[in-house]
């Protein structure tokens, strides 16, 4: 694996972060100092899940969960009584993983296997009825990365089956170049989530930074992520004979992050 190249965001994040002085550690977003802290935010949001628990019900049989992480979807897909293949690239997002396995009932995790492996190209050796990308996870990969994980999920799609991911884009043109939201963890903790998206850019920048940071070291996260369309993703998905059969707004088109949940299957 790669060790990703951390930058110092633009903007707001910027300053807050020159504001804290040699108080502060650049870390990625999925490394062992980032995890924790994406775990922190995303156990306590709930977005997306609903969803996409409720699509999946719709098809019987075991999930392939990619971009898994901590466990997003995971455990909710295992509440359904499913075996779920929870693949994701980074071992300290797995590791956490696993250690909420530890601590769940033991039919839980019967359930799950943990596979630590690229969701842009992957060979698992069979199919699954249901195969779920979610958080918007798309959005970590370029083009050509993209066209690998189609491949790679036209494979391993069982007949009949269903692949549900979700895409990003920004609905309000004429908004700033970033937004600040404050948002709280599961801990409690309270982070400044900085989303540096100029219009039309071909990526964006997502830091996250505590509010209040406690004496000490801080840890502030930052990731690079990609722009993608639901109609460049269709377009990529028909070179592998996939058609996206069902699409559904999750948050109003005019919002910062107008998100929308497809569903593709094989097109044969």
């Known amino acids: 694996m790669t060790t990703p190249t951390i930058t110092m ?14 108080r502060v ?62 693949l994701d690239l980074s071992e300290d997002m797995l590791g956490l993983l696993r250690g909420r396995l530890r601590a769940a009932p033991a039919r839980l995790r019967a359930g799950c296997t943990v596979v630590h492996a690229d969701m842009a190209g992957f060979d698992l ?10 958080t918007t996870s798309l959005s970590l990969l370029d083009s050509a990365g993209r066209r690998r994980l189609f491949r790679s999920v036209a494979e ?3 007949p009949g089956g269903q692949f549900l991911f979700t895409v990003l884009e920004r609905g309000d043109a004429a908004g700033p ?11 409690g903790t309270r982070y400044d989530v900085h989303d540096h998206w100029p219009a039309g850019a071909a990526s964006r920048v997502v830091t996250i930074i505590p509010a209040e940071p406690a004496p000490g070291p801080v840890y502030a996260c930052t990731d690079v992520v990609g722009i993608t ?3 460049a993703a269709e377009q990529e998905l028909a070179e592998v004979s996939l ?14 992050h107008h ?8 097109a044969g």
């Open 125 to 134: 050796g069979t199919s699954f009825p249901t195969i779920v990308l979610g």
């Open 229 to 231: 369309d639901v109609a």
């Open 25 to 86: 550690r650049l870390c990625d977003v999925y490394d062992e100092h980032g995890a924790p802290i994406y775990h922190d935010l995303a156990a306590n949001d709930g977005f997306e899940v609903q969803e996409i628990v409720r699509a999946v019900r719709a098809v019987p049989g075991a999930v392939l969960d990619l971009a898994a992480g901590s466990g997003r979807f995971t455990f909710p897909l295992l509440a359904l009584g499913r075996p779920v293949t929870a």
């Open 177 to 187: 170049d970033e937004q600040v939201d404050r948002v709280a963890g599961l801990s």
């Open 9 to 22: 965001p633009p903007g707001l994040a910027r300053r807050r972060i020159e504001q804290l002085g040699d």
């Open 259 to 266: 998100v929308t949940l497809l569903k593709a299957v094989h």
């Open 156 to 158: 391993h799609l069982a």
């Open 243 to 256: 058609r996206i059969t069902e699409r559904r707004s999750l948050t109003p088109s005019a919002n910062r």
